[in-house]
């Protein structure tokens, strides 16, 4: 009778473990699960389990302790990315309007007979005067796109978006003795996109391919939204290629940019929910941007 009452109360005390093991999985699924909830949004709500277990409660003090400093840390962050926005974007608008005066008179210089030394000295001013009117430019709008400024989804045709922005790129590359190789599809590929934010994401692509080309480029759309821009490049490499989305990132052929052109690609694209990355290989340089079907 013994061995009997011995063998039940340890079949007892396995079952009554294997509840408590069953029941501490459960609160430590639920505890993921609420900690990827929290992690995923700008909640204040502390990780909750329904369970006396002290060991899983401690746990779960702990992380909304650590969450706690991580909203902390995340709100600070967010504030001061804020300020710095706001700040150049006062800064170029400031810049704009004595830019815009210090052309004026430039430009009366140009009417005046100079020499040919003071006529030398404009000139340089004058290509000075471009470059910080084009820096101001994209620092303003890099603040646009960065400041999460409202974007206007409609049906947007991706084929005739990039044809457009080719034909404004069409005299630059004339310049440069470009003719590009495009490829495109027959119909229309429609996307509900900001028609603007494409055009602007195109045309700082094609900018930056004319920047480091070294003599070709070419463009191709496909059926399911995927552009691709490529040239040859051989003053790249796949480390500066890589970090070309950099924030304020040129190589020492782009010296005439702040750099901000794919920075501001890239956060457009994610916004309206595409992909965009850079490749190199074989010394040519791949953007490939992809807008999904939603």
Not at 1 to 21: D, E, K, N, S
Not at 151 to 173: I, K, Q, T
């Given at each position: 009778?013994?061995?009997?009452?011995?063998?039940?109360?340890?079949?007892?005390?396995?079952?009554?473990?294997?509840?408590?093991?069953?029941?501490?999985?459960?609160?430590?699924?639920?505890?993921?699960?609420?900690?990827?909830?929290?992690?995923?949004?700008?909640?204040?709500?502390?990780?909750?389990?329904?369970?006396?277990?002290?060991?899983?409660?401690?746990?779960?003090?702990?992380?909304?302790?650590?969450?706690?400093?991580?909203?902390?840390?995340?709100?600070?962050?967010?504030?001061?990315?804020?300020?710095?926005?706001?700040?150049v974007t006062n800064i170029s608008h400031d810049l704009r309007t004595p830019l815009t005066a210090m052309q004026g008179y430039l430009d009366l210089l140009e009417r005046e007979e100079l020499s040919p030394g003071a006529r030398r000295y404009l000139d340089s001013i004058q290509n000075r005067m471009a470059a910080m009117t084009?820096?101001?430019?994209?620092?303003?709008?890099?603040?646009?796109?960065?400041?999460?400024?409202?974007?206007?989804?409609?049906?947007?045709?991706?084929?005739?978006?990039?044809?457009?922005?080719?034909?404004?790129?069409?005299?630059?590359?004339?310049?440069?003795?470009?003719?590009?190789?495009?490829?495109?599809?027959?119909?229309?590929?429609?996307?509900?996109?900001?028609?603007?934010?494409?055009?602007?994401?195109?045309?700082?692509?094609?900018?930056?391919?004319?920047?480091?080309?070294?003599?070709?480029f070419s463009a191709s759309l496909d059926e399911s939204g995927t552009a691709v821009f490529s040239n040859a490049a051989r003053a790249l490499d796949p480390v500066s290629a890589a970090r070309l989305f950099d924030r304020f990132y040129t190589v020492e052929t782009g010296r005439g940019s702040t750099g901000l052109g794919l920075s501001i690609a890239r956060q457009l694209t994610e916004r309206m929910g595409g992909t965009i990355r850079a490749d190199y290989e074989q010394a040519r340089l791949y953007i490939t941007v992809h807008f999904p079907k939603t």
């Open positions: 009778m013994l061995p009997w009452l011995i063998c039940g109360a340890l079949a007892l005390a396995a079952l009554v473990l294997l509840a408590r093991l069953l029941l501490l999985r459960r609160s430590l699924d639920e505890m993921v699960r609420q900690l990827e909830e929290r992690l995923s949004q700008d909640t204040n709500s502390p990780i909750f389990l329904p369970t006396r277990d002290a060991h899983a409660r401690k746990l779960a003090s702990e992380l909304n302790l650590h969450l706690k400093d991580l909203r902390r840390q995340r709100q600070k962050f967010q504030q001061g990315d804020a300020e710095l926005k706001a700040a084009r820096l101001t430019e994209e620092l303003f709008r890099y603040s646009l796109a960065a400041g999460r400024q409202e974007l206007l989804p409609e049906e947007v045709d991706l084929r005739r978006c990039l044809e457009e922005s080719l034909v404004s790129f069409y005299a630059a590359m004339g310049g440069r003795g470009i003719v590009p190789d495009i490829s495109l599809p027959q119909g229309p590929v429609v996307r509900t996109l900001d028609p603007s934010a494409v055009g602007r994401i195109f045309g700082n692509i094609i900018s930056n391919a004319l920047k480091y080309s070294d003599g070709d």
